[in-house]
């Protein structure tokens, strides 16, 4: 079973062990360089005056993801932070704030969250974006599909022209309407 969630709201979230224990909340999200999926988490301590810690989650050892945790067995699953980073591509850039245009030239708006696919493998399968003027721009949020592989240039984000009949405005039915986006990019509808 897959969960649907804005990478936001994995921030700050209590990370636990299936003991129970709660050593960490997670601080950042880490993204693969090419921005398709989610490696893991640097933690920060919990607590008014913990800080940030030098050891980080990897995706690969989180048991669960849930509205209110991220569980994993034991602390042992967690590694030092340089060589999680180390041992992926993890690009520099923050997609928060980019343009995010279609490949005909539209601009949609600006990005202000990622929406996770949380599984088996963590997946970016969508943006929340500040709507602009081609998208009725009275200063609401929409959800837009990304296809499988993303485009990324220097300057915006790209997202084929037919994402623009999968918007959404609840994360409810995002998973649907990204499912029908990715089938259509395949031929499939």
């Known amino acids: 079973m897959s969960l ?18 709660d050593i960490a909340q997670v601080k950042d999200v880490l993204y693969e360089g090419s921005g398709g999926s989610v490696i893991g988490f640097t933690l920060s301590g919990r607590g008014l005056f913990a800080g940030p810690k030098n050891v980080a989650l990897p995706w690969s050892e989180v048991v669960g993801c849930g509205r209110d945790a991220v569980m994993i067995a034991s602390d042992q699953a967690l590694q030092e932070q340089q060589d999680l980073v180390a041992s ?29 696919e949380a599984a088996d493998v963590a997946d970016v399968v969508g943006y929340e974006v500040e709507a602009s003027a081609a998208l009725g721009g009275d200063a609401r949020n929409v959800l837009i599909p990304l296809p499988d592989a993303l485009s990324v240039s ?34 499939e509808n």
Not at 103 to 110: I, N, Q, R, S, Y
């Open 4 to 21: 649907l969630i804005r990478a936001s709201a994995l921030t700050k979230k209590p990370v636990v062990t299936l003991d129970g224990e």
């Open 88 to 116: 992926h591509d993890i690009g520099e850039r923050n997609v928060l704030g980019a343009r995010l245009v279609t490949d005909t030239g539209v601009d949609l708006g600006a990005v202000v969250d990622v929406i996770v």
């Open 154 to 187: 220097g300057e915006a984000l790209m997202v084929p022209a037919a994402a623009l009949d999968f918007v959404s405005d609840d994360l409810a039915g995002f998973g649907a309407a990204v499912d029908d986006f990715r089938a259509s990019l395949r031929g």
